[in-house]
Protein backbone atom coordinates (compact mmCIF):
# COMPACT_ATOMS: atom_id res chain seq x y z
CA UNK A 1 0.00 0.00 0.00
CA UNK A 2 1.49 3.88 -1.18
CA UNK A 3 2.65 5.89 2.23
CA UNK A 4 2.35 9.61 0.92
CA UNK A 5 5.46 11.21 1.93
CA UNK A 6 3.52 15.20 2.52
CA UNK A 7 1.46 15.15 6.18
CA UNK A 8 -1.61 16.94 4.83
CA UNK A 9 -1.40 20.40 6.07
CA UNK A 10 -4.29 22.43 7.30
CA UNK A 11 -6.43 23.81 4.88
CA UNK A 12 -4.27 22.30 2.08
CA UNK A 13 -6.01 19.28 1.57
CA UNK A 14 -5.54 15.77 1.80
CA UNK A 15 -4.05 12.58 -0.42
CA UNK A 16 -6.51 10.56 -2.15
CA UNK A 17 -6.31 6.93 -1.28
CA UNK A 18 -4.34 4.28 -3.21
CA UNK A 19 -7.61 1.98 -3.95
CA UNK A 20 -11.52 2.53 -4.12
CA UNK A 21 -11.88 0.10 -1.47
CA UNK A 22 -12.67 -3.08 -3.93
CA UNK A 23 -12.64 -5.80 -1.38
CA UNK A 24 -11.19 -8.45 -3.94
CA UNK A 25 -8.49 -5.87 -6.01
CA UNK A 26 -7.98 -3.25 -3.08
CA UNK A 27 -5.36 -1.15 -5.29
CA UNK A 28 -7.91 -1.34 -8.02
CA UNK A 29 -8.91 2.52 -9.15
CA UNK A 30 -8.53 5.46 -6.67
CA UNK A 31 -9.89 7.73 -3.91
CA UNK A 32 -10.67 11.40 -4.41
CA UNK A 33 -11.90 12.02 -7.80
CA UNK A 34 -14.07 11.13 -10.03
CA UNK A 35 -12.85 10.86 -13.99
CA UNK A 36 -15.11 12.08 -16.49
CA UNK A 37 -13.39 11.88 -19.99
CA UNK A 38 -9.77 10.38 -20.74
CA UNK A 39 -8.28 11.43 -23.96
CA UNK A 40 -5.45 8.59 -24.76
CA UNK A 41 -3.05 9.83 -27.66
CA UNK A 42 -0.92 6.95 -28.47
CA UNK A 43 2.17 6.27 -31.15
CA UNK A 44 2.76 2.35 -31.97
CA UNK A 45 5.54 0.59 -33.63
CA UNK A 46 4.60 -2.90 -33.73
CA UNK A 47 8.46 -3.96 -35.01
CA UNK A 48 9.62 -3.32 -31.23
CA UNK A 49 6.55 -2.90 -29.40
CA UNK A 50 7.97 0.91 -28.44
CA UNK A 51 4.46 3.09 -26.84
CA UNK A 52 4.64 6.28 -26.64
CA UNK A 53 1.61 8.26 -25.28
CA UNK A 54 -0.19 11.36 -23.93
CA UNK A 55 -3.29 10.58 -22.17
CA UNK A 56 -5.13 13.64 -20.69
CA UNK A 57 -7.61 12.62 -17.95
CA UNK A 58 -10.16 15.54 -17.00
CA UNK A 59 -12.00 14.76 -13.40
CA UNK A 60 -13.31 16.09 -10.38
CA UNK A 61 -11.76 16.14 -7.42
CA UNK A 62 -14.08 14.75 -4.63
CA UNK A 63 -12.52 16.22 -1.79
CA UNK A 64 -9.78 18.46 -1.39
CA UNK A 65 -6.83 16.89 -2.85
CA UNK A 66 -2.61 17.35 -1.83
CA UNK A 67 -1.94 13.96 -3.88
CA UNK A 68 -3.75 11.40 -5.70
CA UNK A 69 -3.02 8.18 -7.44
CA UNK A 70 -3.11 6.86 -10.74
CA UNK A 71 -3.30 3.33 -11.92
CA UNK A 72 -0.24 2.51 -14.29
CA UNK A 73 2.58 0.46 -14.80
CA UNK A 74 4.20 2.01 -17.56
CA UNK A 75 7.35 3.97 -17.76
CA UNK A 76 6.49 7.93 -17.22
CA UNK A 77 8.48 10.97 -18.23
CA UNK A 78 6.06 13.88 -16.88
CA UNK A 79 3.22 14.49 -15.49
CA UNK A 80 1.28 18.11 -15.23
CA UNK A 81 -1.56 19.09 -13.42
CA UNK A 82 -3.64 22.10 -14.81
CA UNK A 83 -1.12 22.85 -16.70
CA UNK A 84 1.76 23.09 -14.04
CA UNK A 85 4.05 20.20 -13.49
CA UNK A 86 3.69 18.11 -10.85
CA UNK A 87 5.69 15.67 -9.08
CA UNK A 88 5.41 11.82 -9.57
CA UNK A 89 6.65 8.86 -8.34
CA UNK A 90 5.79 5.13 -8.42
CA UNK A 91 4.14 3.70 -5.24
CA UNK A 92 3.86 0.09 -6.49
CA UNK A 93 3.82 -1.97 -10.01
CA UNK A 94 0.65 -0.53 -10.93
CA UNK A 95 0.34 2.68 -8.23
CA UNK A 96 2.00 6.35 -9.49
CA UNK A 97 1.21 9.15 -6.78
CA UNK A 98 1.01 12.68 -7.48
CA UNK A 99 1.49 15.25 -6.27
CA UNK A 100 0.44 18.77 -7.81
CA UNK A 101 1.35 21.94 -7.04
CA UNK A 102 -1.53 23.61 -5.61
CA UNK A 103 -3.65 21.58 -3.81
CA UNK A 104 -7.49 20.40 -5.87
CA UNK A 105 -10.43 21.88 -4.67
CA UNK A 106 -12.78 19.38 -4.28
CA UNK A 107 -15.93 20.19 -6.61
CA UNK A 108 -13.72 21.65 -9.54
CA UNK A 109 -12.41 20.48 -13.15
CA UNK A 110 -8.87 19.35 -12.94
CA UNK A 111 -6.84 18.50 -15.72
CA UNK A 112 -4.25 15.74 -15.76
CA UNK A 113 -1.45 15.32 -18.58
CA UNK A 114 0.71 12.19 -18.26
CA UNK A 115 3.65 11.70 -20.58
CA UNK A 116 5.00 8.15 -20.78
CA UNK A 117 6.84 5.72 -23.51
CA UNK A 118 7.70 1.93 -23.18
CA UNK A 119 7.49 -1.80 -24.19
CA UNK A 120 4.13 -2.86 -22.57
CA UNK A 121 4.97 -6.58 -23.10
CA UNK A 122 8.02 -6.46 -20.90
CA UNK A 123 6.24 -5.04 -18.21
CA UNK A 124 5.58 -7.81 -16.23
CA UNK A 125 3.34 -7.37 -12.59
CA UNK A 126 3.39 -10.57 -10.88
CA UNK A 127 5.42 -12.30 -13.49
CA UNK A 128 2.88 -11.56 -16.86
CA UNK A 129 1.96 -9.00 -18.92
CA UNK A 130 -1.75 -8.81 -20.15
CA UNK A 131 -0.83 -6.92 -23.80
CA UNK A 132 -0.15 -9.09 -25.71
CA UNK A 133 1.83 -8.57 -29.07
CA UNK A 134 1.07 -10.67 -32.20
CA UNK A 135 2.53 -10.84 -35.11
CA UNK A 136 1.44 -7.69 -37.11
CA UNK A 137 0.95 -5.78 -33.90
CA UNK A 138 -0.87 -6.11 -30.76
CA UNK A 139 -3.69 -6.80 -28.68
CA UNK A 140 -4.95 -4.79 -25.26
CA UNK A 141 -8.04 -6.89 -23.80
CA UNK A 142 -8.14 -8.42 -20.40
CA UNK A 143 -10.33 -8.09 -17.12
CA UNK A 144 -10.12 -6.87 -15.00
CA UNK A 145 -6.94 -5.09 -15.49
CA UNK A 146 -5.56 -3.49 -18.68
CA UNK A 147 -5.98 0.06 -18.89
CA UNK A 148 -2.43 0.20 -16.71
CA UNK A 149 -0.25 -1.21 -19.97
CA UNK A 150 -1.74 1.43 -22.01
CA UNK A 151 -2.95 4.31 -20.20
CA UNK A 152 -3.44 6.14 -16.71
CA UNK A 153 -6.68 6.19 -14.64
CA UNK A 154 -8.49 5.25 -11.72
CA UNK A 155 -8.58 1.38 -12.99
CA UNK A 156 -11.99 0.40 -11.40
CA UNK A 157 -15.61 -0.21 -12.85
CA UNK A 158 -16.88 2.16 -10.38
CA UNK A 159 -15.74 5.53 -12.40
CA UNK A 160 -17.10 5.18 -15.92
CA UNK A 161 -15.92 7.82 -18.26
CA UNK A 162 -15.71 8.75 -22.02
CA UNK A 163 -13.08 8.41 -23.71
CA UNK A 164 -11.21 9.68 -27.42
CA UNK A 165 -8.58 7.01 -28.02
CA UNK A 166 -5.99 8.49 -30.47
CA UNK A 167 -3.37 5.87 -32.11
CA UNK A 168 -0.81 6.95 -34.61
CA UNK A 169 0.78 3.24 -36.17
CA UNK A 170 3.13 2.77 -39.59
CA UNK A 171 0.99 2.77 -42.80
CA UNK A 172 -0.24 0.27 -43.55
CA UNK A 173 -1.44 -1.10 -40.12
CA UNK A 174 -5.03 -0.92 -38.53
CA UNK A 175 -6.17 -0.09 -35.36
CA UNK A 176 -9.17 -0.99 -33.71
CA UNK A 177 -11.13 0.25 -30.48
CA UNK A 178 -14.63 1.55 -29.11
CA UNK A 179 -17.15 3.50 -30.40
CA UNK A 180 -17.42 5.54 -33.97
CA UNK A 181 -13.83 6.09 -35.98
CA UNK A 182 -14.13 9.71 -36.25
CA UNK A 183 -10.96 9.78 -38.50
CA UNK A 184 -8.09 8.83 -39.97
CA UNK A 185 -5.25 11.00 -41.26
CA UNK A 186 -1.67 10.12 -42.89
CA UNK A 187 1.28 12.13 -42.27
CA UNK A 188 5.38 11.54 -42.86
CA UNK A 189 4.73 7.35 -43.02
CA UNK A 190 2.11 7.48 -39.99
CA UNK A 191 -1.26 6.73 -40.00
CA UNK A 192 -3.71 8.06 -37.10
CA UNK A 193 -6.53 6.35 -36.30
CA UNK A 194 -9.19 8.21 -33.67
CA UNK A 195 -12.00 6.37 -32.07
CA UNK A 196 -14.46 7.81 -29.74
CA UNK A 197 -16.48 6.07 -27.06
CA UNK A 198 -19.81 9.05 -26.39
CA UNK A 199 -20.96 7.12 -23.68
CA UNK A 200 -19.20 5.96 -20.37
CA UNK A 201 -17.99 3.37 -20.29
CA UNK A 202 -15.39 1.28 -17.17
CA UNK A 203 -11.90 1.25 -18.09
CA UNK A 204 -11.18 -2.37 -18.64
CA UNK A 205 -13.68 -2.27 -21.39
CA UNK A 206 -11.48 0.45 -23.39
CA UNK A 207 -9.37 -1.88 -25.70
CA UNK A 208 -6.80 -1.73 -28.79
CA UNK A 209 -6.67 -4.33 -31.24
CA UNK A 210 -3.51 -2.95 -34.01
CA UNK A 211 -2.00 -5.28 -36.62
CA UNK A 212 -3.48 -6.36 -39.99
CA UNK A 213 -7.18 -6.71 -40.14
CA UNK A 214 -9.79 -6.49 -42.74
CA UNK A 215 -12.05 -3.75 -41.79
CA UNK A 216 -15.85 -4.02 -43.00
CA UNK A 217 -17.79 -1.09 -42.28
CA UNK A 218 -21.75 -1.05 -42.49
CA UNK A 219 -25.18 -0.14 -41.12
CA UNK A 220 -26.08 -2.78 -38.34
CA UNK A 221 -28.87 -3.10 -35.87
CA UNK A 222 -31.36 0.40 -34.90
CA UNK A 223 -29.61 1.82 -38.42
CA UNK A 224 -25.96 2.13 -36.91
CA UNK A 225 -22.57 1.74 -37.64
CA UNK A 226 -21.18 -1.71 -37.26
CA UNK A 227 -17.38 -2.23 -37.74
CA UNK A 228 -16.44 -5.86 -37.80
CA UNK A 229 -12.50 -6.62 -38.10
CA UNK A 230 -10.90 -9.71 -38.91
CA UNK A 231 -7.22 -10.35 -38.84
CA UNK A 232 -5.17 -11.46 -41.26
CA UNK A 233 -3.83 -15.09 -41.24
CA UNK A 234 -6.82 -16.51 -39.44
CA UNK A 235 -6.90 -19.21 -42.16
CA UNK A 236 -9.60 -21.66 -42.05
CA UNK A 237 -11.01 -19.89 -38.80
CA UNK A 238 -11.94 -16.82 -41.10
CA UNK A 239 -15.04 -17.95 -42.37
CA UNK A 240 -16.43 -19.68 -39.54
CA UNK A 241 -15.74 -16.19 -37.32
CA UNK A 242 -17.19 -14.15 -40.07
CA UNK A 243 -20.29 -16.26 -40.29
CA UNK A 244 -20.63 -15.86 -36.29
CA UNK A 245 -19.60 -12.22 -35.54
CA UNK A 246 -21.90 -10.73 -38.88
CA UNK A 247 -24.31 -12.11 -36.97
CA UNK A 248 -24.31 -9.39 -34.64
CA UNK A 249 -27.06 -6.97 -35.90
CA UNK A 250 -29.15 -10.18 -35.44
CA UNK A 251 -28.35 -11.30 -32.05
CA UNK A 252 -28.68 -7.34 -31.03
CA UNK A 253 -32.23 -7.80 -32.40
CA UNK A 254 -33.49 -10.45 -30.54
CA UNK A 255 -31.37 -9.40 -27.05
CA UNK A 256 -33.20 -5.54 -27.62
CA UNK A 257 -36.57 -7.28 -27.61
CA UNK A 258 -35.85 -8.92 -24.09
CA UNK A 259 -34.10 -6.17 -22.12
CA UNK A 260 -34.73 -2.98 -23.98
CA UNK A 261 -32.96 -0.84 -25.91
CA UNK A 262 -29.24 -1.56 -27.11
CA UNK A 263 -27.44 0.87 -24.88
CA UNK A 264 -24.58 2.37 -27.29
CA UNK A 265 -24.84 4.24 -30.79
CA UNK A 266 -22.63 1.83 -32.75
CA UNK A 267 -21.72 -2.01 -33.05
CA UNK A 268 -19.40 -4.25 -34.25
CA UNK A 269 -16.45 -7.12 -33.32
CA UNK A 270 -13.01 -7.95 -33.62
CA UNK A 271 -11.15 -11.36 -34.40
CA UNK A 272 -7.11 -11.39 -33.78
CA UNK A 273 -5.26 -13.77 -35.11
CA UNK A 274 -3.45 -14.80 -31.86
CA UNK A 275 -3.03 -14.13 -28.17
CA UNK A 276 -5.71 -13.98 -26.04
CA UNK A 277 -7.44 -17.12 -25.06
CA UNK A 278 -10.44 -15.33 -24.49
CA UNK A 279 -13.38 -13.17 -25.46
CA UNK A 280 -14.13 -10.17 -23.99
CA UNK A 281 -17.11 -7.60 -23.90
CA UNK A 282 -15.17 -4.57 -25.20
CA UNK A 283 -17.71 -1.66 -24.80
CA UNK A 284 -19.60 -1.81 -28.33
CA UNK A 285 -16.95 -3.92 -30.39
CA UNK A 286 -16.65 -7.07 -28.45
CA UNK A 287 -13.03 -8.71 -29.28
CA UNK A 288 -13.17 -13.02 -29.62
CA UNK A 289 -10.47 -15.40 -29.49
CA UNK A 290 -10.16 -17.54 -33.18
CA UNK A 291 -10.01 -20.35 -31.38
CA UNK A 292 -14.25 -19.74 -29.91
CA UNK A 293 -14.99 -20.54 -33.75
CA UNK A 294 -12.82 -24.48 -33.90
CA UNK A 295 -16.16 -25.50 -33.64
CA UNK A 296 -17.35 -23.72 -36.46
CA UNK A 297 -19.59 -20.91 -36.50
CA UNK A 298 -20.64 -20.09 -32.86
CA UNK A 299 -23.03 -17.43 -31.82
CA UNK A 300 -23.41 -18.67 -28.48
CA UNK A 301 -19.93 -16.78 -27.75
CA UNK A 302 -21.52 -13.73 -29.79
CA UNK A 303 -25.04 -13.80 -27.88
CA UNK A 304 -22.82 -13.74 -24.75
CA UNK A 305 -20.68 -10.81 -25.42
CA UNK A 306 -23.51 -8.86 -26.94
CA UNK A 307 -25.77 -9.69 -24.00
CA UNK A 308 -22.45 -8.25 -21.67
CA UNK A 309 -23.42 -4.73 -23.43
CA UNK A 310 -26.20 -4.21 -21.46
CA UNK A 311 -25.07 -6.55 -18.05
CA UNK A 312 -21.28 -5.79 -17.52
CA UNK A 313 -20.92 -2.21 -19.61
CA UNK A 314 -24.25 -0.63 -19.37
CA UNK A 315 -25.29 -1.77 -15.63
CA UNK A 316 -21.53 -2.38 -14.32
CA UNK A 317 -20.48 -3.65 -11.26
CA UNK A 318 -19.85 -1.89 -7.90
CA UNK A 319 -16.97 -3.59 -7.50
CA UNK A 320 -15.64 -7.26 -8.43
CA UNK A 321 -17.75 -9.63 -5.98
CA UNK A 322 -20.83 -8.55 -8.27
CA UNK A 323 -19.32 -10.36 -11.05
CA UNK A 324 -22.66 -13.11 -11.61
CA UNK A 325 -24.46 -9.45 -12.48
CA UNK A 326 -22.09 -10.10 -15.32
CA UNK A 327 -21.30 -13.42 -16.12
CA UNK A 328 -24.55 -15.41 -14.82
CA UNK A 329 -26.94 -12.51 -17.19
CA UNK A 330 -24.27 -13.03 -20.09
CA UNK A 331 -24.46 -17.11 -19.71
CA UNK A 332 -28.29 -17.09 -19.52
CA UNK A 333 -28.72 -14.83 -22.91
CA UNK A 334 -27.01 -17.92 -24.01
CA UNK A 335 -29.57 -20.39 -23.36
CA UNK A 336 -32.40 -18.02 -24.62
CA UNK A 337 -30.85 -17.77 -27.76
CA UNK A 338 -30.37 -21.43 -27.91
CA UNK A 339 -33.84 -21.15 -27.49
CA UNK A 340 -34.88 -18.98 -29.82
CA UNK A 341 -32.83 -20.58 -32.50
CA UNK A 342 -34.61 -24.11 -31.75
CA UNK A 343 -31.39 -25.57 -30.16
CA UNK A 344 -33.47 -26.92 -26.96
CA UNK A 345 -35.24 -25.45 -24.63
CA UNK A 346 -33.65 -23.12 -21.12
CA UNK A 347 -35.64 -26.05 -18.99
CA UNK A 348 -33.36 -28.69 -20.90
CA UNK A 349 -30.10 -26.28 -20.48
CA UNK A 350 -30.57 -25.82 -16.89
CA UNK A 351 -31.74 -29.92 -16.34
CA UNK A 352 -28.00 -30.48 -18.83
CA UNK A 353 -26.01 -28.28 -16.35
CA UNK A 354 -27.94 -29.72 -13.03
CA UNK A 355 -27.06 -33.44 -13.85
CA UNK A 356 -23.75 -32.31 -15.54
CA UNK A 357 -22.08 -31.92 -11.92
CA UNK A 358 -22.56 -34.52 -8.97
CA UNK A 359 -23.22 -33.05 -5.74
CA UNK A 360 -19.76 -33.60 -4.78
CA UNK A 361 -18.28 -31.84 -7.91
CA UNK A 362 -15.98 -28.72 -6.79
CA UNK A 363 -18.24 -26.99 -9.19
CA UNK A 364 -20.64 -26.53 -6.14
CA UNK A 365 -18.54 -25.44 -4.03
CA UNK A 366 -18.14 -21.88 -5.39
CA UNK A 367 -20.48 -19.38 -4.57
CA UNK A 368 -21.32 -17.37 -7.76
CA UNK A 369 -22.10 -13.88 -5.31
CA UNK A 370 -19.03 -13.97 -3.33
CA UNK A 371 -16.91 -16.28 -5.84
CA UNK A 372 -13.44 -15.14 -4.34
CA UNK A 373 -10.54 -13.12 -6.69
CA UNK A 374 -9.07 -16.35 -7.70
CA UNK A 375 -12.52 -17.65 -8.91
CA UNK A 376 -13.53 -14.36 -10.84
CA UNK A 377 -14.13 -16.54 -14.15
CA UNK A 378 -14.61 -19.60 -12.54
CA UNK A 379 -17.64 -21.68 -14.42
CA UNK A 380 -19.85 -22.00 -11.48
CA UNK A 381 -19.74 -17.64 -12.06
CA UNK A 382 -21.06 -18.51 -15.17
CA UNK A 383 -23.36 -21.88 -15.44
CA UNK A 384 -24.51 -21.98 -11.76
CA UNK A 385 -25.03 -18.18 -12.52
CA UNK A 386 -27.27 -18.80 -15.47
CA UNK A 387 -28.98 -21.82 -13.34
CA UNK A 388 -30.16 -19.08 -10.97
CA UNK A 389 -31.79 -16.38 -12.78
CA UNK A 390 -33.86 -19.70 -14.77
CA UNK A 391 -34.63 -21.32 -11.04
CA UNK A 392 -35.99 -17.15 -10.51
CA UNK A 393 -37.66 -17.66 -13.13
CA UNK A 394 -39.55 -20.90 -12.39
CA UNK A 395 -40.27 -19.52 -9.14
CA UNK A 396 -41.77 -15.96 -9.67
CA UNK A 397 -42.60 -16.73 -13.43
CA UNK A 398 -42.11 -15.54 -16.83
CA UNK A 399 -43.89 -12.22 -16.80
CA UNK A 400 -42.77 -11.37 -13.12
CA UNK A 401 -38.91 -12.59 -14.72
CA UNK A 402 -39.23 -10.05 -17.87
CA UNK A 403 -40.52 -7.26 -15.81
CA UNK A 404 -37.66 -7.53 -13.42
CA UNK A 405 -34.76 -7.97 -15.90
CA UNK A 406 -36.02 -4.76 -17.92
CA UNK A 407 -36.50 -3.10 -15.14
CA UNK A 408 -32.83 -3.81 -13.98
CA UNK A 409 -31.73 -2.08 -16.84
CA UNK A 410 -33.71 0.41 -16.88
CA UNK A 411 -32.89 1.70 -13.59
CA UNK A 412 -28.71 1.37 -13.90
CA UNK A 413 -28.25 2.27 -17.42
CA UNK A 414 -24.75 4.11 -17.82
CA UNK A 415 -24.53 3.34 -14.46
CA UNK A 416 -23.47 0.83 -11.47
CA UNK A 417 -24.69 -2.12 -9.74
CA UNK A 418 -24.88 -5.07 -6.83
CA UNK A 419 -26.08 -7.76 -6.37
CA UNK A 420 -28.11 -6.69 -3.39
CA UNK A 421 -29.79 -4.37 -5.27
CA UNK A 422 -31.04 -7.08 -7.73
CA UNK A 423 -32.20 -9.09 -5.08
CA UNK A 424 -34.17 -5.94 -3.34
CA UNK A 425 -36.10 -5.39 -6.88
CA UNK A 426 -36.63 -9.22 -7.48
CA UNK A 427 -38.68 -8.90 -4.18
CA UNK A 428 -40.35 -5.26 -4.96
CA UNK A 429 -41.68 -7.06 -8.21
CA UNK A 430 -42.86 -10.62 -7.52
CA UNK A 431 -43.99 -9.51 -3.76
CA UNK A 432 -42.10 -12.73 -2.93
CA UNK A 433 -39.93 -13.04 -0.06
CA UNK A 434 -36.16 -14.45 -1.74
CA UNK A 435 -33.91 -13.91 0.65
CA UNK A 436 -33.48 -17.83 1.25
CA UNK A 437 -33.83 -18.22 -2.46
CA UNK A 438 -30.60 -16.47 -3.24
CA UNK A 439 -29.23 -17.56 -0.18
CA UNK A 440 -29.34 -21.06 -1.55
CA UNK A 441 -28.08 -20.09 -5.34
CA UNK A 442 -25.73 -17.93 -4.85
CA UNK A 443 -24.42 -17.77 -1.24
CA UNK A 444 -24.10 -21.17 -0.63
CA UNK A 445 -21.55 -23.58 -1.36
CA UNK A 446 -23.58 -27.14 -2.13
CA UNK A 447 -26.00 -28.32 -4.92
CA UNK A 448 -29.10 -26.74 -4.17
CA UNK A 449 -32.02 -29.35 -4.10
CA UNK A 450 -34.62 -28.99 -6.42
CA UNK A 451 -38.23 -30.32 -7.43
CA UNK A 452 -39.77 -31.42 -10.34
CA UNK A 453 -38.68 -27.80 -11.86
CA UNK A 454 -35.77 -25.94 -10.57
CA UNK A 455 -37.18 -22.91 -8.39
CA UNK A 456 -40.28 -23.96 -7.79
CA UNK A 457 -41.23 -24.71 -3.79
CA UNK A 458 -41.30 -28.70 -3.34
N1 LIG B 1 -15.91 -11.38 -19.27
C1 LIG B 1 -15.25 -12.27 -20.18
C2 LIG B 1 -16.32 -13.12 -20.75
O1 LIG B 1 -17.16 -13.44 -20.50
C3 LIG B 1 -14.27 -13.16 -19.52
C4 LIG B 1 -12.89 -12.69 -19.57
C5 LIG B 1 -11.95 -13.65 -18.96
N2 LIG B 1 -10.76 -12.94 -18.70
C6 LIG B 1 -9.59 -13.50 -18.60
N3 LIG B 1 -8.58 -12.73 -18.39
N4 LIG B 1 -9.44 -14.78 -18.72
O2 LIG B 1 -16.66 -13.62 -21.48
ZN1 LIG C 1 -18.91 -13.09 -19.88
Same mark, same amino acid.
Given at each position: ??V????????????G?????D??????????????????R??Y???N??????????????????????????E??????????????????????????R????????????????????V??????????TS????????????????P????????????????????????????????S? !?????R??W???????T???????????????T??F???????Y???????????????? !???????????????????????????????????T??R??Y??????????????TH???????????A???????W???G??????????????????????????????????F??????????E??????????????????R????D !?D???????????N???????E????L????????L?????????????????? !?A????
Amino acid at each position: MAVLATPALAGSGSPGEPGVGDPYFPEAGNGGYDVSHYDVRLRYQPKNDLLRGTTTIVAEPTKDLSAFNLDFALEVDSVRVNGLPAKVSRSGATELTVEPKRTLRRGSLATFVVKYADKPSEVQVDGSTPWKRTSTGAVAVGQPQIAEWWFPSNDHPSDKATFDISVAVPNGTEVLSNGEMTGRSQ !RGGWTRWNWRMPTPSATYLAFLAIGQYGISGKTGAFDQPMITAYADGLGELADPARASVE !RTPEVLDFLSGLFGEYPFESQGGVVPAEGLGFALETQTRPVYSPGFFRIGSNTSVVTHELAHQWFGDSVAVRDWPQIWLNEGFASYAEWLWAEHQGNGTAQQLFDHYYSLYPADSEFWQVKPGDPGRENLFHGAVYDRGAMTLHALRNRIGD !RDMLRTVRAWYEQNRDGNATVEEFIALTERISGQQLDGFFDEWLFSAGKPQVGE !RAGVPR
